[in-house]
């Protein structure tokens, strides 16, 4: 071991015995360990931010070596309904008394009875990511990292049922919160069911929290935007329907360790047009074989402790050095020379990617696909491209076709470098960056009941967005006394920033002044339409509508909302999942009158 990695793994132990000792960061500023930053101080033996003479740093541990493409892409369970029905039965109104840790009665559970029901255990199992490492601790739903995914469809309400069995704290194997909130990312759904930062549940010590309990029934009615409101005649706008959804724990200040230990998965959204059998609506290739969701996220492990690594005094963010695709470093995939479908989503924490298709054998060719749907909503028709960038919680859905490639081996790469947490840097040569899938176009022939996307002329038509908004509101999104603020304050669960109006229209503008970082930013319930980015339409990938905003350096964009059907509080924050979890979030609240708050 060199003794540059002998300094790296000292200084991970060490920042883990004082988060062992029990030390809060107002204690490191006592002690003089924490910068006005933010930051550990520049310290041999402590700080990931420690610099050599030669300008390395020092603190991060590099995993052991794995080696790449020897186990096949893992791919997740389907939910299943339960059989026999839930006990204790759910109810319209929290029940307490049973065990929910729920605070707010369901708002659609009349108009929108659950047709079928589900129960997801959160819980600790330890799980293979690689023949060369040990099993990992990992926090999952029912145990599996990622978790099953769900396979929903439009005018089919359901309900969930999350049980928290996640081990005590103490338990916790170094990081986790046994706490939680499961988000349904991208749901346009009510409010108690949005799996709120706020909304936690778990063994509290305060007998009288209402917040104590075992479980958290949510219910996701799975309509159309409009559905109560602006298009009550055709039960919703067709144009608004969603397709890749994806779950993950949200609990306030812990998302990013949560997140982290395992707990995220999809939520699939289908309807009569992406309907997941190629020979209807849109013939899109069909689900489950052809149609494939990869969760993609980078993690560190621990040589010392051969277990998965996270900094808590990171609050740059966290970039690992071993990259996963449905729970497994590196996997290979075995393909028919077809199109699929292939939806990609990035759980983070902190790192940005740019994929591109790759054949080592002619790194000079460019070898382009075709972009269908950015975020959970499918674009206005499909666009050519030859790579896509997706920062964290993006989806981009693509078509690949692999007739093209019969009997070779092909890598989706990762081009984009970042060597921090805070943006990307530049793009890599090919073959120079990180192969972290590789395709064996080696499958048998079968038959390809799909339709060529460059025969598609329209998806779905955009909704209209020439309303005149009810008010325009400025959003800055900056650093400050260490922390990461939105308008100058921190995130507080107790009080929402702002009100919305029911059933109105707003256009929001997001600023980032800063050339040094670049913060995903997501809103929760309603999609947005990008009208612009620093004054210019966007490029087509972003035209369609969205949930999720990349906020490039020296940026500023606008943003065009319709909120409609349900009301409550939700929040707003950036989704780099250690700046959400360090203040760079508010709530806002939607009812009757709302405000004309224009900088809240």
């Not at 916790?172 to 799996?195: C, I």
């Not at 206005?380 to 009997?407: L, Q, T, Y």
Request: with cysteine.
């Amino acid at each position: 071991m060199s003794a540059r990695e002998k300094e790296r793994q000292n200084a991970a132990r060490n920042r883990r015995e004082l988060i062992a000792a029990g030390f809060s960061r107002r204690d490191f500023v006592k002690m003089g360990l924490v910068t006005r930053a933010g930051w550990l101080v520049p310290m041999r033996g402590l700080s990931a931010r420690s610099l050599r003479s030669d300008g390395e740093e020092d603190g991060q541990p590099t995993s052991p070596p794995t080696t790449p493409f020897v186990e096949e892409l893992s791919m997740m369970p389907i939910k299943q309904p339960v059989t026999s029905p839930l006990t204790p039965a759910p109810t319209q109104a929290p029940n307490h008394t049973g065990g929910e840790g729920r605070t707010r009665s369901h708002q659609a559970f009349l108009t929108s009875p659950p047709q079928k029901y589900y129960m997801v255990e959160q819980k600790e199992a330890f799980v293979s990511i690689s023949p060369n490492l040990d099993l990992q601790r990992i926090w999952g739903f029912d145990g599996i990292s990622p978790g099953p995914t769900y396979v929903a469809r439009y005018g089919e309400p359901v309900l969930v049922r999350n049980v928290n069995k996640l081990p005590p704290k103490e338990l916790n194997g170094g990081f986790g919160l046994p706490s939680v909130s499961t988000h349904l990312h991208n749901n346009h759904g009510p409010s108690e069911s949005d799996g709120n930062p706020c909304d936690f549940f778990g063994p509290f010590e305060k007998l009288d929290d209402p917040r104590r309990g075992d479980f958290y029934d949510q219910h996701y009615p799975n309509v159309l935007a409009g559905i109560y409101s602006t298009h009550q005649a055709t039960q919703g706008d067709i144009n608004e329907s969603l397709s890749t959804l994806w779950y993950h724990d949200h609990r306030v200040d812990f998302t990013s360790q949560n997140v982290y230990k395992g707990l995220a998965g999809f939520y699939l959204l289908f309807n009569q047009f992406d309907t997941g059998d190629e020979l209807t609506g849109f013939h899109l290739p069909s689900f489950p074989n052809f149609d494939i969701p990869l969760l993609f996220a980078d993690k560190v492990i621990d040589p010392t402790s051969g277990q998965i690594f996270f900094d808590l005094f990171n609050l740059d963010g966290i970039l690992g050095d071993k990259f996963l695709v449905n729970g497994k470093i590196q996997p290979r995939f075995t393909v028919s020379p077809r199109r699929y479908r292939f939806r990609l989503l990035d759980t983070g924490p902190s790192r940005f990617y740019q994929f591109h298709l790759t054949d080592p054998a002619n790194l000079s060719a460019v070898n382009s696909f075709w972009q269908i749907a950015n975020d959970g909503n499918l674009l206005p028709k499909p666009v050519s491209v030859s790579n896509v960038r997706i920062s964290v919680a993006e989806r981009m859905d693509i078509i690949i076709d692999f007739s093209k490639f019969a009997g070779k081996s092909i890598y989706l790469e990762n081009r984009l470098e970042q060597t921090d947490g805070r943006k990307p840097n530049g793009v890599l040569p090919a073959g120079q960056g990180n192969f972290v899938l590789r395709f064996d176009v080696t499958g048998p022939a079968v038959p390809d009941n799909s339709v060529d996307p460059a025969l598609i002329t329209k998806f779905y038509d955009l909704p209209d967005n020439t309303a005149q908004p009810r008010v325009t509101r400025t959003f800055r999104f900056e650093r400050g006394n260490g922390m990461w603020q939105i308008n100058g304050q921190f995130m507080d669960c107790t009080s929402a920033r702002f009100r919305v109006k029911q059933n109105t229209v707003e256009k929001w503008i997001l600023q980032n002044n800063s050339g040094g970082w670049q913060h995903p930013i997501h809103i929760h319930f309603e999609e947005f339409q990008m009208l612009k980015r620093n004054g210019v339409a966007p490029p087509p990938v972003e035209r369609g509508r969205k949930d999720v905003a990349r906020l490039q350096f020296d940026e500023q964009i606008e943003l065009f909302f319709r909120f409609r059907d349900f009301v409550g509080r939700y929040p707003m924050h950036c989704h780099n999942l250690v700046h959400e979890d360090h203040a760079m979030m508010l709530l806002w609240e939607i009812d009757d009158t709302g405000d004309l708050n224009t900088r809240p």
